[in-house]
T-cell receptor, first 116, second 114 residues
Framework: AQSVTQLGSHVSVSEGALVLLRCNYS??????LFWYVQYPNQGLQLLLKYTTGATLVKGINGFEAEFKKSETSFHLTKPSAHMSDAAEYFCAVSDRGGSSASKIIFGSGTRLSIRP | GAVVSQHPSRVICKSGTSVKIECRSL??????MFWYRQFPKQSLMLMATSNEGSKATYEQGVEKDKFLINHASLTLSTLTVTSAHPEDSSFYICSAGDFQETQYFGPGTRLLVL
């Protein structure tokens, strides 16, 4: 079975500071990994995904994540936080490699707050 | 990217009534769609996998007779909450993905049962 653990239910950073949201996964097969963002009362928007190949993945809005197999981690970073980054972030793993029939298992989420 | 829509975006109903929520893939065909439920300040919990032309597959603990899923075409799946009760109030989100693509999520439907 696959699972995702997000460390820290709430992260607060100052505007302009580094954003680091932590995610560790468990999977018996090579995982497909995702980060999604959710703004209040809205659905989920894909930030980035890792399938195969390059382990450093760049996404939208300046976010990136690095797949580290040895650490079973897929932490999300952004060099400089912006007020508009305040939202809920979900790390997720796919159980069958990203096909249309793959179930996605979500972490518990991390709420990111940005201090002026 | 692909677009998934949900209708309605918000619904309020009386206890005991049934509510239907539609999920559509607007610019691609989806043989499989997924239905999630999200409680306030919590993560998304997968309820069921909706398969076009066949019965849905429900996750453990989800009542299939209460949450009826129909995937009538390659672009439409519906979730019907039957005999809704206040504890069914939640945010329901669907997702769909075409082959070789990541799943795309709908904007969600807020259900409030009075």
């Amino acid at each position: 079975a696959q699972s995702v653990t997000q460390l820290g239910s709430h992260v607060s950073v100052s505007e302009g500071a580094l954003v680091l949201l932590r995610c560790n996964y468990s999977s018996s097969v090579p995982p497909y990994l995702f980060w999604y963002v959710q703004y209040p009362n809205q659905g989920l928007q894909l930030l980035l995904k890792y399938t195969t190949g390059a382990t450093l993945v760049k996404g939208i809005n300046g976010f990136e994540a690095e797949f580290k197999k040895s650490e079973t981690s897929f932490h999300l970073t952004k060099p400089s936080a912006h007020m508009s980054d305040a939202a809920e972030y979900f790390c997720a793993v796919s159980d069958r490699g990203g096909s249309s029939a793959s179930k996605i298992i979500f972490g518990s989420g991390t709420r990111l707050s940005i201090r002026p | 990217g692909a677009v998934v829509s949900q209708h309605p975006s918000r619904v309020i109903c009386k206890s005991g009534t049934s509510v239907k929520i539609e999920c559509r893939s607007l610019d691609f065909q989806a043989t499989t769609m997924f239905w999630y439920r999200q409680f306030p300040k919590q993560s998304l919990m997968l309820m069921a996998t909706s398969n076009e032309g066949s019965k849905a597959t429900y996750e453990q603990g989800v009542e299939k007779d209460k949450f009826l899923i129909n995937h009538a075409s390659l672009t439409l799946s519906t979730l019907t909450v039957t005999s809704a009760h206040p504890e069914d109030s939640s945010f329901y989100i669907c997702s769909a993905g075409d082959f070789q693509e990541t799943q795309y999520f709908g904007p969600g439907t807020r259900l409030l049962v009075l």
